[in-house]
């Protein structure tokens, strides 16, 4: 009974527990990096494993994302990235790990201990329907007389322009509020409802034939959009490649 026993614990011992395995993975992914950071090198996304949690708006995605599966995705690559919305808990993920970078407008973040850099700027435009009086451009006095279709960002608020508009004692009428602005434009297509959109999305994406790009009013200003991280990750190798590489993106923007 006793050598029984005893063969079938040497046996057990032969195939990792679900734990066991998972360990051995994690070891997998650490091991490579632990000899980077023992031998001081640089991060190398085509011998080592990483999975990059990324939250941004539709907006940015839009932008960075076609071109980053084109640069690194299509290539001989072992990093994965996770695009993902922005929420409220954002910045409390980042400081637990739980995401990388953050992708957003720029606005306070001090409460926290994070690190943040501009990558590109961004400046409005308005869509509206091929039927539409409007011309060229649309004054603010047209503009807050006129029924908006919103994007919700974080909130149920379209951080710009509704910050700009709320400066200078204003608002919109927003009758309607849908989560991306590619679905704003759509509505502004078939209805006389105007999107406000960054200027690069409407360029790209404006359904051409059926809608209109206006000039927006002045009052709607422009904002920079910048990359946000924790501060534990400023020298970390991996995330030093992650931010050049969406800085790169970012100027290679038209």
Known sequence: MTNCVTEF???????????????????????????????????????????FRIAATDHAAFLLVPPLCNSFLSKSTKVNFSF???????????????LDLVLNADHDTSEFH??????FEVDFVCVVSRRSRFERAITLKQ???????????????QTHPDKHLAAIGEKRHTPLVVAQHTVAMRVAAVTDMIATVPR???LLEAPKKMT????APAALGSFKYVMIWHERMQTDAA?????????ELGRQLP
């Open 9 to 51: 614990s040497l046996h057990r011992t032969t195939e990792p527990t679900p734990k066991g395995q998972r360990l051995l993975q994690d070891l997998a992914t650490m091991l490579p990096r632990l000899d980077r950071l023992m031998a001081g090198g640089d991060f190398d996304p085509s011998t080592e494993d990483a999975t």
């Open 84 to 98: 993902v919305p922005l929420h409220a808990g954002q910045y409390e993920a980042l400081e637990k790990g739980r």
């Open 114 to 119: 994070l690190n943040k850099e501009v990558i």
């Open 143 to 157: 503009y807050l007389a006129a029924d908006h279709v919103a994007v919700d960002i974080i909130g149920g608020v």
């Open 200 to 202: 690069r999305m409407a």
């Open 212 to 215: 209109k790009i206006l000039e």
């Open 239 to 247: 995330h030093v490649w992650l931010r050049s590489t969406i800085r």
